[in-house]
């Protein structure tokens, strides 16, 4: 690489209702290529910005990360302020950094946060709604929680796995093998309810669909062990639906 070029890294939050998800579309508002245009008018040139994953259309993000090269020498805090100031209010950059010449958003990346809130009460207030799923059936959360921990550990999510998540003909790599250290549900208040689910990486829409799935359990459609079959089945068709985007976020990213 030239080392004229600098390598900066954003930290990014966002809303994700207006948009069509993470990833850049030719007829389609996403929030990478609203960041690209406006990084395009500060550097006076394209500049591909990459990001740590792809979120669905959608889906929230509070830390996402991102990182691009340029041999601008617009410091961080001005293409932090700059980047602001043009991009809309549900895209704030919340940090820019300078990053080593070998940084890369996506596979430096060690692991993730993601957060996916249900609102369990009988009315749901209307600013919530673009923010968590509202479910008003009566959900068993022992249960929830003991399907919970059959995903803690080394396990082959296959049965989570939405096509496109992963090129299925490349035989080296992991596979669908994931590792995650924390799968929990806790009850916040009266109304709410929280999944936290952190690990090595995860495929694509795999925490929509374990939660979708989750949720019949809560339903009592799904025993537990009938989802330890499922999980152990690595197979997408005996999981459940996935849950619809509004209620999940993107918490943090690790390096």
């Given at each position: 690489?030239?080392?004229?070029?600098?390598n900066?890294?954003l930290?990014?939050?966002?809303?994700?209702?207006?948009?069509?998800?993470?990833?850049?579309q030719?007829n389609?508002?996403?929030i990478?290529?609203?960041?690209?245009?406006?990084l395009?008018?500060?550097?006076g040139?394209?500049?591909?910005?990459?990001?740590?994953?792809?979120?669905?259309a959608?889906?929230?993000?509070?830390?996402?990360?991102?990182?691009?090269?340029?041999?601008?020498?617009?410091?961080?805090?001005e293409?932090l302020h700059?980047?602001?100031?043009?991009?809309?209010?549900?895209?704030r950059i919340?940090?820019?950094?300078n990053a080593?010449?070998?940084f890369?958003?996506?596979?430096?990346?060690?692991?993730?946060?993601?957060?996916?809130?249900i609102?369990?009460?009988?009315?749901?207030p209307?600013?919530?709604?673009?923010?968590?799923?509202h479910i008003?059936?009566?959900?068993?959360?022992?249960?929830?929680q003991?399907?919970l921990?059959?995903?803690?550990?080394t396990?082959?999510?296959?049965?989570?796995?939405?096509?496109?998540?992963?090129?299925?003909t490349?035989?080296s790599?992991?596979?669908?093998?994931?590792?995650?250290?924390?799968?929990?549900?806790?009850?916040?208040?009266?109304?709410?309810?929280?999944?936290?689910?952190?690990?090595?990486?995860?495929?694509?829409?795999?925490v929509?669909?374990?939660v979708g799935?989750?949720?019949?359990?809560?339903?009592?459609?799904?025993?537990?062990?009938?989802?330890?079959?499922?999980?152990?089945?690595?197979?997408?068709?005996?999981a459940?639906?996935?849950?619809?985007?509004?209620?999940?976020?993107?918490?943090?990213?690790?390096?």
């Amino acid at each position: 690489m030239d080392h004229s070029y600098r390598n900066l890294r954003l930290l990014i939050a966002y809303d994700g209702t207006e948009f069509s998800g993470w990833q850049r579309q030719k007829n389609a508002r996403t929030i990478q290529g609203d960041i690209e245009a406006c990084l395009k008018r500060m550097a006076g040139k394209e500049i591909s910005l990459h990001g740590a994953g792809r979120t669905d259309a959608g889906v929230h993000a509070e830390g996402m990360v991102a990182h691009f090269k340029t041999v601008r020498s617009t410091s961080p805090k001005e293409f932090l302020h700059g980047l602001n100031s043009m991009l809309p209010r549900s895209i704030r950059i919340l940090d820019v950094n300078n990053a080593t010449e070998n940084f890369h958003a996506r596979f430096s990346a060690t692991g993730k946060q993601y957060r996916y809130t249900i609102f369990n009460g009988r009315i749901q207030p209307p600013s919530k709604r673009l923010y968590s799923l509202h479910i008003k059936d009566s959900l068993n959360l022992k249960q929830m929680q003991e399907c919970l921990k059959q995903l803690v550990g080394t396990h082959d999510f296959s049965s989570f796995e939405n096509s496109g998540s992963r090129d299925k003909t490349n035989s080296s790599g992991r596979g669908a093998v994931r590792t995650l250290s924390i799968a929990s549900l806790t009850k916040i208040d009266e109304n709410y309810l929280v999944f936290e689910f952190i690990g090595d990486g995860f495929l694509r829409q795999m925490v929509r669909n374990l939660v979708g799935t989750i949720l019949e359990s809560g339903r009592g459609r799904l025993s537990v062990d009938t989802f330890r079959k499922v999980l152990n089945a690595k197979d997408r068709n005996l999981a459940a639906a996935a849950a619809p985007p509004q209620g999940l976020s993107l918490i943090k990213v690790f390096y």
